[in-house]
Every structure is written in structure tokens, then in C-alpha cells.
């Protein structure tokens, strides 16, 4: 055994014994978070993010742009390449980049935060004293899914206990080093920061980012995500995840909270009308205890019909909504007349 700085790290030997590994890959799948989306015990159920129909409305709603989806990235300049095709060519091509497109706003999981481990197997008080630092032990086995990988730490004080999900982090991208993600996380995830971010509108970025350098039930990436879409919310900024992978996370993000509002007039004013019904049919579909979905469901509205019911008894913003709805109208009216 070698001691790493102030912790010790150790390969378990291969005699663990398959009942610890049973264990801990119950354990670790009862910690796993279930979708934030899921109902609690004795209510109704209700869709989880994962859902189908949850899906294909948040797909619907994030948009395919391909200019945003393919645009230039900071890279070294190169000169450009021009390419003469026939029309099949480029109808090929175009069909091409809309799959790779769609690849790539590919939405990563919405998950509730993992219960953190506090599991002690052992007090060995003979041993206390005898080593000054802590000493990490880590099956690397290769066949072993991370979630179920055993790792235990020994604490000077003779207390052998199972390691936290920020040990285990660690100690898995150690041994495993994942593109993109450090041992320790870079300062920029801490909130004093966040804030220049959000101010550069690198909102994208941060959310690739955290993608990358965390779980997605651990606590940084639910926050990061969390400060994200409220710092969007707060300043109108929706565009800057629209035709992104981050869009619909963002959308069921504002969805259970009911602070959707914002997001409403926004879809007005783009023009966006089918949108804005699909995010009411979500709405209605994760609240279906709330006045307009019943409304709905009884008189079975769609279109311009279902945002007014929506506006009426659940927006916190009527007027302004009635004003975006009432100057989309009268566009409609001036473009059909002419």
C-alpha cells in the first residue's frame, strides 16, 4: 500500500468477497436517483422526464436549427473547403447533418440528487493511531460498473467505512480517467463565479461543462443546472439553449415549478404558437390537478383557445401574455388580409 499525499490509495485484493460486492451494488443502486420527475409514494403518478410523451414534446419544443447546432467553434483558422455537388448530393448531405443533428441534442437525464453514503463495516479501535493518514481502497476491476465498483476508506482512527460519493469520484477518475473531467473540479462551478459566466452568456458552456466533470445526481451538477435556468428565467435569455441538448432540461425545469411565464411570452413573440400549446399540454400533463388542465380536458381546446384558458388561471403574468397573444393576432389577421 501507497500513501498519495495525504491519502492513502490502495488496490482491494482480489480475495473481496462477492457478497461486499452484492452489497454495495444494492446499496449503490438504492442511492442511485430516480428521475426528478417521478411521484412520490401514495400520489398519483405522475410522467417522468424520461417519459415518451415527455420526450417528443421537449424534442418538439427545443427546435432544429442547424446553423446553431453545427456553428463554428474556437479552433485553429483553416482555409475553407468548397465542394460542387448535384442536387441528390446535397439532399444526401442536408439528410446527413439533420441525423447528426438530432445526435447531437440528444438530452442528458434529469435524475434527484443521490442519497449520500454514511456506511461504517468496521470500528477496529486496535488500530487506532497507527497510521496518521487515511488509506483508500479500490477494486479495479475492469468488468465492475463504476456504480458498483467496492471502495472503502480506513480512517486513522481504526474505522473502516464505505467511501463518500466525492471519494469515490475522485478515486474512479484516478483510475479512470473520463475525457474532460479533473480530480479536482475546476473554481469555475462555484457560485461567486457562475456570475461572470451567466454575464458573458456562456450559459451553453458552463452546462457542457458540467455534463462533463459531474454525475448527474450529484449535488454540483443539480445546482449548476439549477442556477442556470434560473439566471435565464430572470433575464429572458431562453434563445441561448434553444436548438441545444440543455433546452428541454431547462423547459422541465420550469415546468415543475410553474414558472413558465417567462418562457410563454417568449414563444409569442417568436411566433412559436405551436410551442407555446406544447408546453401547456406538458404543463397540464405534470399538473393535472390544476384549473385549466380540467378546463381543457372538459372543452378540449386547442390553439389560441388553450393559451387563453392557460393565461386566465394559471399565468402570474395574465396581462402581459394577453398583450403578446393579442399582438400575434392581430399579425395573423394583417398577413391573412394581405
Known amino acids: 500500500m501507497a500513501a498519495l499525499g495525504a491519502w492513502g490509495s490502495a488496490v482491494a485484493p482480489a480475495r473481496l468477497s ?3 460486492r452484492a452489497l454495495w451494488a444494492w446499496r449503490a443502486r438504492r442511492c442511485l436517483g430516480q428521475d426528478a420527475g417521478a411521484a412520490d409514494g401514495g400520489k398519483a403518478a405522475k410522467p417522468s422526464f424520461a417519459d415518451e410523451a415527455v420526450q417528443n414534446l421537449l424534442y418538439k419544443m427545443t427546435g432544429l436549427n442547424l446553423q446553431k447546432v453545427f456553428r463554428p467553434v474556437k479552433k485553429e483558422l483553416k482555409p475553407p473547403r468548397y465542394k460542387l455537388m448535384t442536387e441528390a448530393q446535397l439532399e444526401e448531405a442536408t439528410r446527413k447533418a439533420i441525423e447528426e443533428a438530432k445526435e447531437k441534442l440528444i438530452m442528458p437525464p434529469v435524475l434527484n440528487e443521490r442519497e449520500p453514503i454514511d456506511d461504517v463495516l468496521a470500528e477496529d479501535k486496535f488500530l487506532e493511531g497507527t497510521e496518521s493518514t487515511k488509506y483508500v481502497f479500490t477494486d479495479l476491476t475492469y468488468s465492475i ?3 458498483e465498483r467496492f471502495i472503502v476508506v480506513r480512517e486513522p482512527n481504526g474505522v ?3 467511501a463518500t460519493w466525492e471519494e469515490r469520484d475522485r478515486m474512479i477518475q484516478i483510475f479512470f480517467p473520463k475525457e474532460g473531467r479533473r480530480v479536482i473540479p475546476p473554481v469555475v462551478f462555484k457560485d ?4 461572470t459566466v451567466f454575464q458573458q452568456d456562456r450559459h451553453e458552456d458552463i452546462l457542457n461543462m ?3 466533470q459531474f454525475e448527474p445526481d450529484s449535488p454540483d451538477y443539480i445546482r449548476v443546472h439549477h442556477r442556470t435556468y434560473d439566471d435565464i428565467e430572470k433575464h429572458a435569455k431562453y434563445d441561448l439553449l434553444r436548438s441545444t441538448r440543455h433546452f428541454g432540461g431547462m423547459v422541465w425545469y420550469l415546468v415543475n415549478r410553474k414558472k413558465t411565464d417567462g418562457l410563454l411570452i417568449d414563444m409569442i413573440h ?5 410551442d407555446t400549446t406544447s408546453l401547456i399540454t406538458l404543463y397540464h400533463m405534470v399538473h393535472p390537478e390544476c384549473q385549466s388542465a380540467k378546463e381543457a380536458k372538459e372543452g378540449k381546446l386547442q390553439g389560441v383557445d388553450l393559451i387563453k384558458v392557460f393565461v386566465k388561471t394559471e399565468s402570474q403574468k395574465e396581462g402581459y401574455i394577453q398583450l403578446a397573444l393579442q399582438a400575434y393576432e392581430e399579425a395573423m389577421a394583417t398577413s391573412t388580409a394581405s
Open 18 to 20: 462477492r457478497v461486499a
Open 145 to 147: 460498473p463504476h456504480r
Open 160 to 162: 473502516l467505512r464505505k
Open 192 to 195: 461567486e463565479h457562475l456570475v
Open 210 to 212: 458540467c455534463i462533463a
Open 270 to 274: 417568436r411566433d412559436l404558437l405551436d
